[in-house]
């Protein structure tokens, strides 16, 4: 089995360089090398789960700054994390149970000590990691405190005369639930990683739900998902055209009309500038997103925000579909989020073509002529009629409930601060 460090370094520098095509295969081989990362991973064998969420928080921490623009890379760490506490709270709540039920079941020891399992389970409770919530905060006790002390040395005498054999026993429970605790979170993340490979065929089921006979689609865009949605209406027997926006400068629009023609999919191309002329015979704008951020703003290619106005402006739908994985539980003003990235002038000018513009005469030291050329642009929620996931229709104001289902609010910030 290949090193953690060697799989986490070639990935790295997959992210550095940009070798990852799309949020979903970056979502996937996120996850894949996490999964990796936990299948390796020694546990100690007192708080298992606290050592599992800082070696994951610390490899989120350098594959995040690897490639701040990809907000997927974040997501899936903090999906993974969430599991991590999820499976912990399962165990324990079990392990309390099973130690209730056994006291409950000998009459001989409820008699000489009746709240020994009591006592035995809060201190078991203080020293795993709980769901955030206020009445933990207000019970939050050192594991090592006055209590839970005495609760373990009550339950030390009343089972004294076991002697070694229980000793052996709890040893060999503990190296039972570290092992549990892996491989629970393993099986999770597996279903993880199957959820973002169907995702796209989960959208596209509800295709024929919202696209219907003689519509007029508009589309901006390269999106496999957005592809996958169109062609599974056609295949239910819908007739529609659709209108590409061409995307420039990276003209990805261009490539999505030449997939949607070799489908069979009646395909006009217009440019840019002329969407605002052609929304009026338009009946529903079908887009694709980079990022869905948590107050349900999206952040998608450069020219979509123009293509909302405009919807919003003559009352027509606009449609975002995201899978799970590109749900951000972080909103656009929080300093860890990136919400643009420059590329290359190159795609606007060649090199040479306005040489002659580009002088120092100012006396400044700057040129005259400067080329900006950003890779997203942001829809705020106020302009997304319907968000269309691998669970269902959500409205943008639904994206909270989401966020609390799939992320912990220990986990919004990956950054490893550094202990005063």
Same mark, same amino acid.
């Given at each position: 089995?290949?090193?953690?460090?060697?799989?986490?370094?070639?990935?790295?520098?997959?992210?550095?360089?940009?070798?990852?095509?799309?949020?979903?295969?970056?979502?996937?081989?996120?996850?894949? #090398?996490?999964?990796?990362?936990?299948?390796?991973?020694?546990?100690?064998?007192?708080?298992?789960?606290?050592?599992?969420?800082?070696?994951?928080?610390?490899?989120?921490?350098?594959?995040?700054?690897?490639?701040?623009?990809?907000?997927?890379?974040?997501?899936?760490?903090?999906?993974?994390?969430?599991?991590?506490?999820?499976?912990?709270?399962?165990?324990?709540?079990?392990?309390?149970?099973?130690?209730?039920?056994?006291?409950?079941?000998?009459?001989?020891?409820?008699?000489?000590?009746?709240?020994?399992?009591?006592?035995?389970?809060?201190?078991?409770?203080?020293?795993?990691?709980?769901?955030?919530?206020?009445?933990?905060?207000?019970?939050?006790?050192?594991?090592?405190?006055?209590?839970?002390?005495?609760?373990?040395?009550?339950?030390?005498?009343?089972?004294?005369?076991?002697?070694?054999?229980?000793?052996?026993?709890?040893?060999?429970?503990?190296?039972?639930?570290?092992?549990?605790?892996?491989?629970?979170?393993?099986?999770?993340?597996?279903?993880?990683?199957?959820?973002?490979?169907?995702?796209?065929?989960?959208?596209?089921?509800?295709?024929?739900?919202?696209?219907?006979?003689?519509?007029?689609?508009?589309?901006?865009?390269?999106?496999?998902?957005?592809?996958?949605?169109?062609?599974?209406?056609?295949?239910?027997?819908?007739?529609?055209?659709?209108?590409?926006?061409?995307?420039?400068?990276?003209?990805?629009?261009?490539?999505?009309?030449?997939?949607?023609?070799?489908?069979?999919?009646?395909?006009?191309?217009?440019?840019?500038?002329?969407?605002?002329?052609?929304?009026?015979?338009?009946?529903?704008?079908?887009?694709?997103?980079?990022?869905?951020?948590?107050?349900?703003?999206?952040?998608?290619?450069?020219?979509?925000?123009?293509?909302?106005?405009?919807?919003?402006?003559?009352?027509?739908?606009?449609?975002? #579909?995201?899978?799970?994985?590109?749900?951000?539980? #972080?909103?656009?003003?929080?300093?860890?989020?990136?919400?643009?990235?420059?590329?290359?002038?190159?795609?606007?000018?060649?090199?040479?073509?306005?040489?002659?513009?580009?002088?120092?005469?100012?006396?400044?030291?700057?040129? #005259?002529?400067?080329?900006?050329?950003?890779?997203?642009?942001?829809?705020?929620?106020?302009?997304?009629?319907?968000?269309?996931?691998?669970?269902?229709?959500?409205?943008?104001?639904?994206?909270?409930?989401?966020?609390?289902?799939?992320?912990?609010?220990?986990?919004?910030?990956?950054?490893?601060?550094?202990?005063?």
């Amino acid at each position: 089995m290949p090193d953690t460090h060697a799989l986490v370094s070639d990935f790295l520098n997959k992210l550095k360089k940009r070798k990852i095509e799309g949020s979903k295969a970056t979502a996937k081989l996120t996850a894949e #090398l996490l999964r990796s990362v936990i299948s390796q991973q020694r546990l100690p064998n007192t708080n298992q789960a606290g050592a599992l969420i800082h070696a994951i928080k610390a490899i989120g921490d350098q594959l995040t700054a690897a490639n701040p623009v990809e907000v997927a890379v974040g997501n899936i760490v903090r999906r993974v994390l969430h599991i991590i506490r999820e499976e912990d709270v399962s165990l324990t709540t079990a392990s309390i149970g099973g130690l209730s039920l056994q006291g409950l079941s000998d009459d001989d020891d409820d008699d000489d000590n009746p709240l020994v399992s009591a006592a035995a389970a809060a201190a078991a409770a203080r020293t795993t990691l709980r769901p955030p919530s206020l009445q933990t905060l207000l019970e939050d006790i050192p594991p090592h405190s006055a209590a839970a002390s005495a609760a373990a040395a009550a339950l030390h005498h009343s089972s004294s005369s076991a002697g070694d054999s229980e000793d052996k026993t709890k040893s060999t429970d503990k190296n039972s639930r570290s092992r549990k605790l892996k491989h629970n979170v393993i099986e999770a993340v597996n279903e993880l990683i199957q959820d973002i490979a169907t995702c796209h065929e989960l959208i596209a089921e509800q295709a024929v739900e919202h696209i219907h006979h003689n519509e007029v689609i508009l589309t901006l865009g390269s999106s496999g998902t957005v592809i996958e949605f169109l062609c599974a209406a056609k295949e239910k027997k819908r007739s529609f055209r659709v209108f590409v926006a061409e995307g420039a400068p990276r003209y990805q629009g261009h490539t999505l009309a030449k997939e949607l023609v070799a489908r069979g999919l009646q395909t006009t191309v217009i440019t840019d500038s002329a969407v605002f002329a052609m929304i009026s015979r338009v009946n529903m704008v079908i887009v694709g997103a980079h990022a869905v951020m948590a107050n349900g703003g999206v952040i998608a290619p450069v020219g979509l925000n123009m293509v909302a106005l405009a919807a919003q402006r003559h009352a027509v739908p606009f449609v975002v #579909l995201a899978g799970i994985h590109k749900l951000c539980p #972080l909103y656009p003003h929080n300093p860890e989020v990136l919400l643009n990235e420059l590329k290359s002038p190159s795609e606007l000018l060649d090199f040479g073509e306005m040489s002659d513009c580009m002088d120092f005469g100012t006396g400044t030291g700057s040129p #005259l002529l400067h080329v900006v050329n950003p890779a997203f642009d942001y829809v705020p929620p106020k302009l997304v009629s319907l968000f269309i996931t691998d669970t269902g229709g959500h409205n943008p104001s639904y994206m909270y409930r989401l966020i609390a289902d799939y992320y912990s609010a220990d986990d919004l910030v990956l950054q490893q601060r550094p202990t005063s």
